[in-house]
């Protein structure tokens, strides 16, 4: 069931609020709907009960020989009147009627004049069918004939709560009344179920726009923290917003800033020792051409020769490191054909496949020529030959180098790229180099944005491809 939920905080919190805005519109709807049935009720009663008081009123008070035409007056479909000179049966026992009816009963013992004689019976029952069928206890009445609960009226009878009134006249007569009781359409009507989704609708877009704007600034902390991660030299990150995220950002600045001074120190650390060391090697190169015998002194102009070359490239290595070069628009494939053409011309077996198209991307030049001269370096001089290929996307730029050599060992594929690492254990720059060369090529895509990754190809040699992003 979990991977149905939303996996980013914007969803996962845009979830729960929609979750408990349709939790709480339900709940009010119920309320609603429950408070309007009973207001309905309440008032459609005592609107019954008064008319039905006002009629009894007038019925005491006019001459007898008027009754039958005020009670022919008041009777319509839905509201029917007669007199009765003995009480109806069905009403007799007082314990069957039901509260609604005690009440209706006790409003017009109120309204009426107190007379010792006078009694009010009252039932409620659910339905107009009553009113109509056999069993009714006031019996069918003049008028209700087979047509009558037709049509419009009957789906109202039907949906309505019926209502047999008894009250005793003072002449000991009973008038007995046969209406219906408003009740209320289900709840939810097409009206409030309109109401609900817009007020939802109105609720969700603006919980939507404000989960977005409080979720977008960890976005931009998380590109950030990934960009620092690998360009320490990135822009600092704008600190606005509210006050966490604007702490946020400034302890990722601060990060940033601690990082740069650490490589830089760093850096500057061994540039200084390399210097050191490289001044102390010229003096004793100064004390070795004096020894004797001359096979021994060579030995040793030799082993200092070495101990020169590697402090140079770690002193290059290090001044680069320490260097920031600014970035520019580059024809990458124009950078990598006049590698490829000076190497070619010196003899060596290069070749490259570009696209027809110019492709253009922001970089580094020179560092990115050193590093590409490391790789084709690297390709002729363990692979015999080198290819080069330059392929492009919408979002990353990719340079591969293939050789024809014995390959790596896929276990070694990834410790090549640490600085000093060698795979021939002889030491000898003849035979294994310095163990800079995929080093610095590596830093040099990091520094990009990008990423080196080294493979053994199925027909043999080593596959060196450099991602660069757009």
Not at 100 to 116: N, Q, R, Y
Not at 206 to 228: D, E, H, K, Q, Y
Not at 327 to 334: C, E, K, M, N, P
């Amino acid at each position: 069931m979990n991977r149905f939920l939303p996996r980013t905080l914007f969803g996962q919190t845009l979830m729960i609020l929609l979750v408990g805005l349709a939790a709480s519109q339900l709940a009010g709807a119920w309320i609603y709907s429950g408070a309007r049935q009973e207001a309905v009720r309440a008032v459609g009663g005592i609107a019954a009960a008064q008319r039905i008081a006002n009629l009894v009123r007038l019925i005491e008070d006019v001459p007898s020989k008027w009754r039958d035409r005020v009670i022919k007056g008041s009777s319509e479909p839905g509201f029917r009147v007669a007199i009765a000179i003995n009480a109806p049966t069905l009403m007799a026992d007082e314990q069957e009627l039901n509260t609604p009816g005690l009440v209706i009963a006790s409003f017009l013992k109120d309204e009426l004049p107190a007379t010792p004689a006078r009694q009010i019976r009252a039932r409620i029952f659910p339905g107009g069918t009553q009113l109509n069928g056999p069993g009714h206890a006031l019996g069918m009445h003049p008028g209700m004939g087979p047509g009558f609960g037709y049509g419009p009226m009957r789906h109202w009878m039907e949906s309505a709560r019926g209502l047999d009134l008894a009250i005793q006249l003072t002449d000991a007569r009973w008038v007995t009344v046969s209406t219906f009781l408003p009740d209320t359409s289900p709840g939810l009507s097409p009206r409030l179920i309109l109401a609900i989704a817009v007020m939802a609708a109105i609720v969700g877009l603006v919980a939507a726009l404000a989960v977005r704007r409080l979720t977008t600034p960890l976005a931009t902390l998380s590109a950030a923290a990934a960009r620092i991660g690998k360009d320490v030299h990135a822009a600092p990150l704008s600190e606005t917003g509210t006050i966490e995220v604007r702490q946020a950002a400034r302890a990722l600045n601060d990060m940033q800033s601690r990082l740069q001074l650490m490589i830089e120190g760093r850096t500057n650390m061994l540039a200084a020792i390399s210097h050191d060391l490289r001044t102390e090697l010229q003096l004793l190169r100064l004390r070795v051409e004096h020894l004797e015998p001359p096979d021994e002194r060579e030995k040793l102009l030799g082993t200092i020769a070495g101990m020169e070359a590697m402090l140079a490239v770690t002193l290059a290595f290090a001044r680069d490191e320490a260097t920031t070069e600014p970035r520019r628009l580059t024809d990458i494939g124009a950078l990598a054909g006049s590698i490829v053409d000076d190497m070619a011309d010196a003899g060596l077996a290069v070749i490259l496949d570009t696209p027809s198209a110019q492709v253009i991307a922001e970089c580094q030049p020179t560092a990115l020529r050193r590093a590409l001269r490391n790789l084709i370096d690297n390709a002729i001089k363990y692979g015999k030959r080198a290819k080069v290929t330059l392929r492009s996307n919408a979002e990353s730029v990719v340079i591969t180098v293939d050789d024809e050599g014995p390959g790596i060992p896929d276990a070694e594929l990834g410790r090549v790229l640490q600085p000093f690492y060698r795979l021939e254990t002889s030491r000898s720059r003849e035979t294994g180099g310095i163990g800079l060369g995929l080093a610095i090529t590596a830093s040099i895509a990091e520094a990009h944005g990008g990423e080196l990754t080294l493979a053994n190809l199925p027909t043999g040699g080593l596959n060196a491809m450099l991602t660069l992003p757009v």
